[in-house]
């Protein structure tokens, strides 16, 4: 069964601090991993991906994930945090044919000024 | 480019009612649409997933006849809850992919519903 994990429901950092997001995934065969980031009552937008080759990944607004298959993880990360950062950042993967997306439990990140 | 709209962002009805909400890729033709239901502070519940001119495939527990998805068109899936609930207060989001086996998947704004 494939399975996506986010460690911790809430990070908290102050602005111009390193923001760390953690997702881990289960996976039987090689995965397509996701992050997105959803304001209050919006959708979902795309912050990167990654389908194959170069496993460190950037994406929009200056953020980056590694994945790594030996460690099953794909953490996202942005250097410095600013307060428009503040908003719900999901993990997901595409697994199988089915090419259904499996979210993680999501993770509310708050930037303190 | 690719952008998905739908509509409305917000309803209101009255239980006993029903209320459809449209899934709308603007600038592509998508072969496949999913809608999710999203309840406050967690994650997304994939309920069902749509192909331009055939039936839609439910996931488990959801019930088929209490939401009803019609995919008519290659722009367009229409999510219709049946005979609404309060209990089917919540926030739903579509997504749409522009051609099958694409693992990137493109959102709309999302429908809050309120049943009251």
């Known amino acids: 069964a494939q399975s996506v994990t986010q460690l911790g429901s809430h990070v908290s950092v102050s602005e111009g601090a390193l923001v760390l997001l953690r997702c881990n995934y289960s996976?039987?065969?090689?995965?397509?991993l996701f992050w997105y980031v959803q304001y209050p009552n919006q959708g979902l937008q795309l912050l990167l991906k990654?389908?194959?080759?170069?496993?460190l990944v950037k994406g929009i607004n200056g953020f980056e994930a590694e994945f790594k298959k030996s460690e099953t993880s794909f953490h996202l990360t942005k250097p410095s945090a600013h307060m428009s950062d503040a908003a719900e950042y999901f993990c997901?993967?595409?697994?199988?044919?089915?090419?259904?997306?499996?979210f993680g439990s999501g993770t509310r990140l708050l930037v303190r000024p | 480019g690719a952008v998905v709209s739908q509509h409305p962002s917000w309803v209101i009805c009255k239980s006993g009612t029903s209320v459809k909400i449209e899934c709308r890729s603007l600038?592509?033709?998508?072969?496949?649409m999913f809608w999710y239901r999203q309840f406050p502070k967690q994650s997304l519940m994939l309920m069902a997933t749509?192909?331009?001119?055939?039936?839609?495939?439910?996931e488990q527990g959801v019930e088929k006849d209490k939401f009803l998805i019609n995919h008519a068109s290659l722009t367009l899936s229409t999510l219709t809850v049946t005979s609404a609930h309060p209990e089917d207060s919540s926030f739903y989001i579509c997504?749409?992919?522009?051609?099958?086996?694409?693992?990137?998947?493109?959102f709309g704004q999302g429908t809050r519903l309120t049943v009251v």
């Open positions: 997504s749409a992919s522009r051609r099958t086996g694409e693992t990137e998947a493109f």
């Open positions: 996976s039987s065969v090689p995965p397509y």
């Open positions: 990654y389908t194959t080759g170069a496993t």
């Open positions: 997901a993967l595409v697994g199988d044919s089915s090419y259904k997306l499996i």
């Open positions: 600038d592509f033709q998508a072969t496949t």
């Open positions: 749509s192909n331009e001119g055939s039936k839609a495939t439910y």
